[in-house]
């Protein structure tokens, strides 16, 4: 029988964080108990570097979330606004068509003043 392996990498990586901070913490602590002030400087200088990481990772996921935020909003903003579309016919003829998903109008014309008298008619695309 397969057995099937599940990884949640944020748990690795949060369990990780925590084995390094953990170790950083005892070093610290023998460093403090031997009175070893430049090692002591140092292992400080890595625990404030492990909480700019930290910092960093979380400004990542905000920096994610408004990008997915801003994708939505375009993608609304689009499907809302008015197409207007350069299409062949099965005859072979160019025709435009412009669409108005807001009011569900839509228009096939053989030229593009037609179009624009259709749109400034029905008052679309605002």
């Known amino acids: 029988m397969a057995t099937a392996l599940h990884f949640n990498l944020d748990e690795i990586d949060a369990q990780h964080r925590a084995a390094i901070a953990a170790s950083l913490t005892r070093r610290l602590e023998v ?6 002030f430049q090692l002591i400087a140092l292992l400080e200088q890595e625990q404030q570097q492990l909480g700019l ?3 960093q990772h979380g400004l990542a996921l905000v920096a994610k979330v408004k990008q ?18 350069q299409i062949m016919s099965d005859s072979g003829t160019v025709l435009w068509r412009a669409y108005d998903p807001r009011t569900g109008k839509t228009l096939y014309a053989e030229s593009e003043s037609e179009v624009l008298q259709w ?8």
Request: charged share 25%; proline share 0%.
């Open 119 to 126: 749109i400034e008619d029905n008052d679309l695309g605002r």
């Open 53 to 55: 990481v930290k910092k």
């Open 68 to 85: 997915v935020w801003n994708s939505w909003m375009d993608a609304i903003a689009h499907h809302s606004m008015l197409s207007i579309d």
């Open 31 to 36: 460093a403090k108990a031997a009175q070893n």
